[in-house]
């Protein structure tokens, strides 16, 4: 290979990779501290934060900055791991249930999985949704930022949006992750997946965003 069909090449390679980064897209609240980034990750892997809960870990698509900032901002979520590992979840009934030493519920829905097309966007700003589904599996879309639009205004304490079926990022659920999503999560939740049963018990809890 001579020298210009080298330089081609590599620039060639440098387009497509340019155009991979465009193709996935912004689904979270980019971090531009790389020394939070990394404390964030050592931080989760470590555990401390589990309180005895070790049935699951967050999810990839989980914003490790941001859950590492806001669990030192709201005490709150210390309790909630602790209630999720003295809880049986399966045996509780459906409905809400207090978190002691709090003032949040939990969230207990025994529901059914259903066609995209069906399923409305959100995000929200006062409240981070924490969601484990217990039972089943959920599929989850993630909104791209630059793609979606806000639909309408803000409505406390909900916003909805358009967005591209192609450019959004969809995940399941496996019953040893859970899935945070803060103000800058557009998500949307209970999507059918490829699995027969779509019937899923999911825990889902309020936790306040602290600024």
């Not at 020394?35 to 555990?47: D, H, P, Q, S, V």
């Not at 509780?92 to 409305?120: F, S, W, Y």
């Not at 406390?156 to 079926?165: K, Q």
Request: with cysteine; aromatic share 12%.
């Amino acid at each position: 290979m001579n020298r210009l069909q080298t330089m081609l090449a590599a620039l060639a390679i440098s387009f497509a990779a340019s155009l991979t980064t465009m193709a996935q897209g912004v689904y979270t609240k980019p971090c531009n501290d790389k020394k939070l980034e990394k404390k964030a990750t050592k931080w989760a892997e470590a555990g401390k934060w589990r309180n005895g809960f070790d049935a699951a870990s967050p999810d990839a698509t989980v914003n490790l900055p941001e859950f590492y900032t806001q669990y030192k901002k709201n005490p709150q979520w210390k309790q909630l791991f602790a209630w999720l590992a003295k809880t049986d979840l399966l045996a509780l009934p459906a409905g809400q249930h207090p978190i002691p030493g709090t003032t949040m519920k939990a969230n207990v829905e025994d529901g059914e999985n259903g066609d995209l097309e069906k399923r409305g966007t959100e995000s929200h700003r006062q409240y981070v949704d924490f969601q484990y589904v217990v039972k089943g599996s959920e599929r989850f879309g993630l909104l791209d930022h630059v793609t979606s639009k806000p639909k309408g205004p803000y409505r406390p304490d909900i916003i909805n949006y358009t967005y591209e079926v192609d450019k959004t990022k969809f995940v399941d659920s496996e019953p040893n992750k859970f899935f945070i999503f803060f103000p800058g999560d557009w998500h949307i939740a209970k999507i059918k997946t490829d699995k027969e049963n779509q019937n899923i018990r999911v825990v889902v809890v309020k936790v306040e965003y602290k600024e």
